[in-house]
């Protein structure tokens, strides 16, 4: 696919072909190679790659340390004069990734083409939507087009566990006002203006420890979390048919759970650990308000057990109307370069919810592979040809959004 492909003004066209697939491909790679598995916290290879790579192609790069050898990367294209304190475009992304695991027929940090495909972890997920990111700012730079405001691409650390970058960020602030958020999230490019958001919840029961040759004497703390994980499918179930036509609905899984000491022994503690997927707007302290009363309904504590819920994780959902005009602009761009002409909603979760709540900026998720048949799965691939696309479109939404 050539720009020649692409439906789009001749103005747009001339800086579509600064963009070289060749070097989009060779920037992948070399993200690819640097890992960050996480947890591990060992995201500052690729993100000192990506300093690198920003300021190679004359783009501001700086970093933000959220925890040692864990930093937060803004990447820059500024706009000078009157206007350089006009709102700009956001683009978010994160350098961390799933741990690679066993299983693979290839080097997971060793990047490899084959026809159409980049291997290697994180090509997906999401390596190749930051290279494609950072390719499509250098165009807009290189073409010296005026924008009516800057371009920024923010990586952040740990998405992929507990959210450490995105909080630091939201925290510190992004310094500027922003038209909009493309989360370069992989969608297969479709356009996403709603994703669900995601908790964790570890719930910590005590009961008291007996002989098993007389349990009455004990509470057994594994028959209350029994009884707490009844509550929870139910929950769960009642959830299931109330669907949202775009997300689905809440959902709860019991990812892990722990307890007793011994199969002599009436068992004093038990350890559950929660997933709990949220709709844009649902506040997991509320949540965890409303399980603690079922759970005190239902007379699962008292008389010897006790019940400790935390909340170790949450990260909003989000959503934004499809008549906006940053859900228009990023669909007619992707549809334009020849992707996937569709508007849908995301399952998962991701960092863009912050962007959204947190800043008011409006925000849809857009970005090259595949999340349910790639991203997090033994070798993991992405089609260079929809790497190419993303680079084109994330260029093409720049200069519509930002016209002057």
Known sequence: M??????????????????????LVALTCTLVNTAGENPGGSEEPTAQALERAAEERGLLASSDVVAPGRPNVDVDLPVGGPVADEPGLLFLGHSDVVPAG?????QPYNAEVEDDRLYGRGATDMKGG????????????????????????????????????????????????????????????????????DSYLEVEITGVP?????????????????ALLTLIKQDHEKHIHELDPLLGSPTWNVGKIEGGRATSMVAPSCHVWLDRRLMPGEDPEQIVSELRTAVDQAGITGDGISMDIEITMSMPGFRTDRDHVLVSTVHGAVADVGGAASIG?????????????????????????????????????VSVRE?????RAYTLAALRLLSR
């Open 210 to 226: 007996a002989h098993s040759g007389r349990p009455a004497d004990g509470r057994n703390a594994i028959d209350a979390a029994a």
């Open 345 to 381: 909603g995301w399952t998962a979760a991701c960092d863009g919810g912050f962007i959204a709540r947190d800043h008011g900026v409006p925000t849809v998720v857009m970005g090259p592979g595949g999340l349910n048949d790639q991203a997090h799965q033994v070798d993991e691939s």
């Open 130 to 197: 930051l290279a494609a990111v950072l390719v499509a700012m250098d165009a807009l730079r290189r073409s010296g087009t005026e924008l009516s405001g800057p371009v920024r691409l923010s990586s952040t650390v740990d998405e992929e566990d507990l959210g450490l970058g995105i909080r630091h960020l939201t925290a510190r602030g992004l310094g500027r006002e922003f038209r909009g958020c493309i989360v370069a999230e992989p969608t297969d490019l479709q356009t996403v203006i709603a994703c669900r958001g």
């Open 387 to 391: 790497l190419t696309q993303a680079a």
């Open 102 to 106: 066993p299983g693979w027929t290839r």
């Open 2 to 23: 050539t720009s020649d492909d692409v439906q789009c003004t001749p103005e747009e066209r001339a800086v579509l072909d600064l963009i070289d697939p060749d070097e």
